[in-house]
């Protein structure tokens, strides 16, 4: 069970104000209380934050609302590691950035590919997880905005992918410049010199002022997740280096060994039981989304001999990777 909590800021009441939806209605029907955008930052479950996105997605009734909330863009509505990231020096910079601190904002990920000729920024949701259609779409069109406000160009992505695209597939394209493909990945890519162009916020001083408070409140977040889920982020850094062991995961803890299988096993789990499931669902990830052959997906979780990989592979999904790749288990 998670202990994840993510931040909603007072100022999504005026987004919603915005795309002329009732704060009261959208909070009622996701089952959250009545004054929740009334304070200060509020901090949701994972489940209570899909739920205030389906309860949006639903009261909003409009299958193009990413695209309303886009063009609510605006600095004043951002959360705090958002505004930040639109202070860097261009959308590589704020891209990296903001994959530090997104878990503030929402149970996801951002993996971020910077190569010579593309910048790829693609997301992760949590293991077993359905993301409502309008939060995804909503987050890769935000890169789009993002880069055009920072450089005050109108910034084209060359490819955007999507699980399930949009039906309006001209509105979209509109917006973008070009369709949303169907893919198993959620990601935008740039063109390496479009990524690169500089942003006119930038603000490398004003980013310094803000940069302590996001560690800190990170901090925060990482002691308040369940252990399962912090030696998974730890094992995420590590299996492609080789490094598996129980001793190395506790010290980038800054725990002993034996405290860590103590919360593991309070939390009703194992380190190996962690171990295996976050390289199973690397192992999937990689199968979906990447063209990576089994001895290179092998490497990458940590596995001397690619044999290992196959049999670990064989317990976990009674099929080869292969098999699973064709689409035929």
Not at 282 to 305: D, K, Q, R, V
């Amino acid at each position: 069970m998670t202990a994840h909590r993510y931040a909603v800021d007072p100022s999504l009441r005026a987004l919603l104000a915005d795309m002329q939806l009732s704060p009261a209605k959208v909070l009622r029907r996701a089952g959250l209380r009545a004054d929740l955008l009334a304070r200060g930052p509020v901090w949701l479950s994972e489940d209570q934050f899909f739920a205030l996105w389906r309860a949006i997605e639903v009261e909003s009734g409009d299958p193009n609302l990413p695209l309303r909330i886009e063009d609510s863009f605006s600095p004043e509505l951002f959360a705090a590691p958002i505004f930040a990231a639109l202070l860097s020096a261009d959308l590589n910079t704020a891209a990296t950035r903001l994959a530090q601190y997104k878990a503030l904002i929402g149970p996801m990920r951002l993996e971020v590919e910077v190569g010579p000729e593309t910048t790829t920024i693609g997301y992760r949701w949590p293991a077993g997880a359905r993301p409502p259609t309008t939060l995804v779409l909503a987050e890769l069109l935000f890169w789009v905005a993002m880069a055009r406000t920072g450089t005050r160009q109108r910034i084209e992505p060359l490819r955007v992918t999507a699980p399930e695209p949009p039906e309006d597939v001209e509105a979209y394209r509109a917006f973008l410049g070009v369709p949303i493909e169907r893919s198993e990945r959620q990601a935008v890519t740039f063109a390496a010199a479009d990524a690169a162009l500089p942003f006119l916020t930038e603000n490398e001083a004003l980013w310094e002022t803000f940069e302590p408070e996001l560690r800190r409140r990170l901090g925060e977040l990482e002691l308040d997740a369940a252990m399962d889920e912090r030696v998974r982020a730890v094992l995420l850094e590590l299996l492609p280096v080789g490094r598996t062991g129980m001793t190395e995961v506790a010290a980038e803890l800054a725990m002993s060994t034996r405290t860590l299988q103590r919360r593991l096993r309070d939390e009703g789990t194992s380190f190996q039981r962690v171990l295996d499931a976050t390289r199973e669902d690397l192992a999937l990830h990689y199968l979906s989304t990447e063209h990576l052959s089994a001895p290179e997906i092998a490497f990458l979780l940590g596995y001397g001999e690619p044999s290992s990989f196959y049999r670990a592979f064989h317990n976990w999904t009674g099929e080869t990777p292969e098999r699973v790749r064709a689409g035929v288990a």
